[in-house]
């Protein structure tokens, strides 16, 4: 009994040497599966038969490591051709956790192409020693063409949030409308239908630090006379993207390349935040005080669960934090912490030396969290004598009993003499 449970335990143990074994691999391609590649770009969109087309290819590090030595490996197939075929690899290097690079690449798009959607294979892997990872993209060649009359017109931009600061993520939000009134149109003696199609639809950044996640809409349908379509892009906002007004482009593929569009898209980055100002003497006054600050939403939109939390050496506040909920922009708001020293403390100091003070602002822009920090502070203690102002009581107390005697005595004297 005692053979087949060591047998027993033995097969155990090398069942997991050999499944840790057939592991390793799996793991170590793991530099693959940290990338997530995108096509953020074509230009012309849709792709144009015998003409060039610039491929934008964006790869991203979503894993908790840095990934190294980053290739991208574009491998087309007809109708597309390199214009090179040493341009096939090109090498990003090394990306951090959350960092996304580009890669723009040149094909020729066959003369004898058929119009329609046609896929193309694009790999990454991280060292040379590690296995490709691959993905298949679809990419459309030429446009339909028909007969309807209708025009799309951008008649909304909503970004959410209102105003981006650097490193934040939201989205991009574009009513489209067909600007037709009428169910037909006749022209030159021929009627048509005023229905709107939209083959296509694609936003570009058209500057740096301006991250686009999303491939491009395709065969959204029609439009009839009147009606509108709602299309959302997910951005992300580069941790060094420069303030400003940031413009990106939304390509729309029409009825025919005569009904193609070009709308400027306008986003705002700015990286003003909430500021925190003393509105009175930062003063303990026997190891007591009540601190007031006066809290500024100094940025363009609206910050939502702002919270002020103070913190300083061997004092205890009062709330511990302080949370304020939304503000608007430019909104002021009070806040009051009462503060107690902590004579408990192990770190107690001259009454005379002033203790710095640090307070933090959480708040959150969208769905992106940020905190700044206030630290350039300090409260300055002070001691009074807390028999001074009894003592001051007591004098003015026996000044008064004398003057009244004195009155009495002379009051007394003046009746006798009478």
């Known amino acids: 009994m005692t053979k087949i449970k060591r047998l027993f335990i033995l097969f155990v143990l090398s069942f997991l040497f050999i499944s840790s074994l057939f592991a390793a691999p799996a793991s170590a391609s793991v530099g693959g599966a940290n990338l997530k590649v995108t096509i953020i770009g074509t230009n012309p969109y849709p792709a144009k038969i015998g003409e060039y087309l610039n491929l934008t290819v964006q790869v991203e590090n979503i894993g908790g490591d840095k990934a190294e030595n980053i290739d991208i490996e574009i491998v087309p197939q007809y109708p597309f051709s390199l214009d090179s075929q040493a341009n096939a690899v090109q090498n990003v290097g090394v990306l951090n956790p959350g960092r996304t ?10 003369k004898n192409a058929q119009k329609g959607v046609r896929s193309i294979d694009i790999r990454t892997k991280t060292g040379r020693d590690n296995p490709w990872s691959e ?12 007969n309807s009359k ?3 017109e951008l008649k909304e931009i909503v970004s959410d949030p209102k105003a981006f600061m650097p ?21 030159d003696g021929s009627d048509f239908d005023t229905n709107a199609r939209i083959q296509a ?33 997910n951005v992300k906002i580069a941790e060094d993207a420069a303030e400003g007004t940031h413009n990106l482009e939304l390509a729309i593929e029409g009825n025919s390349f005569d009904y193609n569009s070009r709308k400027n898209i306008p986003i705002k980055v700015d990286s003003s935040n909430i500021r925190v100002i003393p ?21 363009p939109n609206e910050f939502n669960s702002v919270r002020i939390k103070p913190e300083a050496q061997g004092v205890r506040f009062y709330p511990v934090e302080y949370f304020i909920g939304p503000m608007n922009p430019d909104e002021l708001f009070t806040i009051e912490f009462n503060a107690v020293a902590d004579n408990s403390s192990d770190s107690r100091r001259e009454i005379s030396e002033p203790i710095n003070l640090t307070l933090s602002a959480s708040y959150g822009n969208g769905i992106n969290k940020h905190e700044n920090i206030v630290s350039n502070m300090s409260i300055q203690s002070v001691e009074e004598t807390k028999g001074g102002s009894s003592n001051m009581v007591i004098a003015g107390l026996l000044l008064i009993v004398v003057v009244a005697a004195g009155v009495f005595l002379y009051r007394k004297n003046k009746q006798s003499k009478r």
Do not use: C, W
């Open 101 to 110: 690079a580009t890669k723009e690449f040149h094909l020729f798009v066959d």
């Open 135 to 146: 993905k298949s993209f679809d990419i459309r060649i030429g446009t339909e063409t028909f």
């Open 150 to 152: 209708g025009t799309v």
């Open 167 to 187: 490193g934040d993520r939201g989205t991009i939000t574009v009513t489209l409308t067909n600007t037709a009134t009428t169910p037909t149109v006749t022209i």
């Open 201 to 233: 639809a694609v936003l570009r950044p058209l500057s740096e630090g301006i991250i686009v996640l999303d491939a491009p809409y395709e065969e959204m349908g029609l439009l009839g006379p009147g009606n509108s379509i709602t299309l959302t892009f």
């Open 279 to 299: 509105s009175k003497e930062l003063q303990m006054i026997n190891g007591e005080s009540t601190l007031e600050f006066d809290v500024a939403n100094t940025h």
